[in-house]
């Protein structure tokens, strides 16, 4: 596939190994992520992914709510040096967009990952924002947007025509729910999905016999009404 797969999460160690996987391209990161993984040391964390995984781009994420202060932490990130990206939200938590923000970062040559983006208006807004000739990532929770019962397909085709004129600004499909966000993905043009170790797994079975999978789901439902000892006559 042209679509790349990168690793969502912030187990080290995890993320380490995954490195060594030609199928994963990359990595992404949040401070959510990183409170369940149990990172108390947000620098040393990305230090040493940083250091361990030199090969692959990982993109770790401003936690300020004040556009000022994001601009500072967005610096100090970058200055961790590797392949990173820097992830800014669309917007903070007063609803203020971070627009000028991204495009003082992008005009300073800082790759982005801009993050939580769910609409068209946001794209436009953000893809105007960025530098023609600095690396981008545009992140539609394209989950989340299927979450509320909207087809997000429609959404993620049109995002891509917007920013396809700049070549080096990429689309990726955040939060997905099921293998089958990967095949849609890709059909719809986006450079990245974003995708945990069990989405993965279950893309390795793409293309399976669909009646030897019935036989081996009614094998599985036999063998696990044995083992419970159910009965019914």
Not at 112 to 135: C, K, P
Not at 192 to 198: E, F, G, P, V
Not at 205 to 229: C, H, P, W
Request: aromatic share 8%.
């Amino acid at each position: 596939m042209r679509l790349k797969l990168f690793l969502d999460g912030a187990d080290i160690q995890q993320m380490i190994e995954a490195s060594k996987n030609p199928q994963i391209s990359g990595f992404t990161t949040n401070p959510t992520l990183m409170k369940k993984s149990g990172v108390s040391d947000y620098e040393l964390f990305a230090r040493e992914a940083i250091e361990s995984i030199k090969d692959k781009s990982i993109s770790f994420e401003v936690f300020s709510d004040e556009l000022d202060e994001m601009y500072k932490e967005a610096k100090v990130i970058k200055s961790w040096g590797g392949l990173t990206y820097v992830k800014i939200p669309a917007m903070n938590t007063k609803g203020e967009p971070t627009y000028d923000l991204i495009k003082t970062l992008s005009d300073e040559g800082v790759p982005l990952n801009i993050t939580a983006v769910f609409t068209l208006d946001q794209v436009s807004n953000i893809y105007n924002s960025l530098h023609n000739n600095v690396e981008s990532i545009i992140s539609i929770f394209a989950g989340r947007i299927a979450d509320t019962g909207i087809d997000p397909v429609p959404v993620m085709k049109e995002a891509k025509k917007i920013i396809s004129p700049n070549k080096k600004c990429e689309l990726l499909w955040a939060s997905p729910r099921e293998a089958l966000n990967i095949i849609q993905a890709e059909e719809c043009g986006c450079d990245i999905i974003t995708a945990t170790n069990d989405l993965i797994k279950k893309s390795l079975i793409f293309g399976k016999d669909l009646e030897e999978f019935s036989r081996e789901t009614v094998l599985m439902f036999y063998n696990d009404a044995k083992t419970a000892g159910y009965k019914l006559i």
